[in-house]
């Protein structure tokens, strides 16, 4: 055991977080509209006011996102005009530490087949270095890329976004693509700031089942949960309960061995939770058929998911994404549990060392790139903040969250406590 000189166990040093919603998901086809988040919200023109919210509520950081496909419209040529402008007054005016994502889902048009161009692991990496060494001065914490799992089902799985792939094999396919792309992008921020952070972000959930005979299902399943992290620090080896789904759909075991060889430490995990859609009950539908449906939406099960990841790789954790659909009382409610569960870790020593409420204000539901309803239909409220639908005034409304998640910043020591002792095995 070893005690990591990254993290504080300090309730002062917990990282208060809130994110702004960027998916970027440029690529059209017949029927699917482009969703860009920040087109959609105007934050491309509104940045300013919405980045203030974050110091407006005592955030110590942010969550914000690169649209790669803007900012290298043209192969390795980059404009960095607007990040230019946006990066330094986040840093230098707010004295907010940003969380970049690099990777939000959407590739740039030139890159052929998306994420599953042979060269994509190359591009990627070869775009966050060229980040790296304009920012390095105010930029040391980095995502590399934004939820696998959720990628790769998109993507790989469902033909719902480019490159449009089906399937288990599409799912692995472009898993093993991100993956291998994941870690040339540390590699290489690494090589430009070796103290650079990385804050992995999974979409991370539970698997229920009250059928005895289901329980082998569902305990693979909550395995697929982990294929990406465990791809990147090199556990998927040929006794990995995967490893045979992985060969039987596509992967190649030299491919395999290859990320073994180059596995990564995970500087932190960050772990994505929404209560209402995280945890999952696998059952037999009408036909016999295995089905999942949401279960637990209260998210009770949240604590016991963060001790789990914990438990298994042993590094620092920060809950990088959580909110509840429903009212704002059901919110207020999420919020209230969600913390009081945090607390509880830390002092039996889990290092969770931050708490991102997220989006930090209204988003538009990806529903919208397939219907061609107005977009004032799919307006999504998850955030603390929801947009000003009236004419004249101020862009954002506070909602009761607001109140409720400064006293929590402001009363640390009491909402989130000390953690007991931060270790980390290697």
Not at 60 to 85: C, H, M
Not at 148 to 172: E, F, Q
Not at 208 to 224: G, N, V, W
């Amino acid at each position: 055991m070893i005690t990591t000189d990254i993290f504080s166990s300090s309730a002062q040093d917990f990282l208060w977080a809130g994110g702004i919603e960027d998916t970027f998901v440029p690529q059209t086809r017949p029927g699917h509209r482009a969703l860009d988040e920040y087109e959609l919200m105007g934050h491309y023109t509104h940045w300013r006011e919405d980045l203030s919210l974050a110091r407006q509520l005592g955030l110590k950081a942010l969550r914000w996102g690169i649209p790669w496909y803007k900012v290298e419209p043209e192969q390795n040529k980059f404009d960095w005009s607007w990040t230019d402008e946006v990066i330094p007054y986040l840093v230098e005016e707010l004295k907010i530490l940003p969380i970049i994502d690099l990777m939000h889902y959407g590739c740039p048009f030139w890159l052929k087949n998306e994420f599953a161009n042979k060269d994509y692991p190359k591009y990627v990496a070869r775009y966050s270095a060229e980040f790296a060494k304009r920012y390095q001065s105010l930029i040391s914490w980095y995502t590399p890329l934004n939820e696998p799992i959720i990628n790769s089902l998109m993507c790989g799985m469902r033909g719902l976004w480019a490159p449009y792939l089906k399937g288990d094999k599409g799912y692995l396919r472009l898993m093993l693509q991100l993956a291998k792309g994941i870690i040339r992008t540390v590699n290489s921020i690494k090589e430009i700031q070796p103290n650079s952070i990385m804050v992995h972000v999974e979409a991370t959930g539970l698997t229920r089942t009250i059928r005895e005979d289901l329980a082998p299902l569902a305990r693979e399943e909550q395995h697929r949960g982990y294929l990406c992290y465990d791809l990147i620090s090199g556990r998927l080896t040929h006794d990995h309960l995967l490893y045979s789904w992985l060969i039987r759909n596509g992967a190649s075991p030299d491919d395999l061995l290859e990320l073994q060889k180059h596995k990564i430490k995970i500087d932190v995990l960050g772990m994505n939770f929404y209560p209402q859609w995280s945890t999952k009950q696998l059952y037999l539908d009408k036909r016999g058929k295995i089905a999942f449906r949401d279960t637990e939406p209260e998210g009770g099960g949240f604590a016991e998911l963060i001790s789990e990841y914990y438990h298994r790789y042993q590094v620092p954790i920060m809950i990088t994404e959580t909110s509840a659909v429903g009212s704002e009382e059901v919110r207020q409610k999420w919020l209230q549990s969600s913390v009081s569960m945090i607390k509880n870790l830390r002092e039996t020593g889990v290092p969770v060392i931050g708490y991102t409420w997220f989006p930090l204000f209204t988003m538009i539901d990806w529903r919208y790139r397939f219907s061609n309803e107005p977009l004032e239909n799919f307006y999504l409220e998850l955030g603390l903040y929801k947009l000003n639908r009236e004419n004249g005034g101020k862009r954002w409304l506070e909602t009761p969250l607001v109140a409720q998640i400064k006293d929590y910043i402001a009363n640390s020591e009491d909402r989130i406590g000390q953690v007991k002792e931060i270790t980390v095995e290697v």
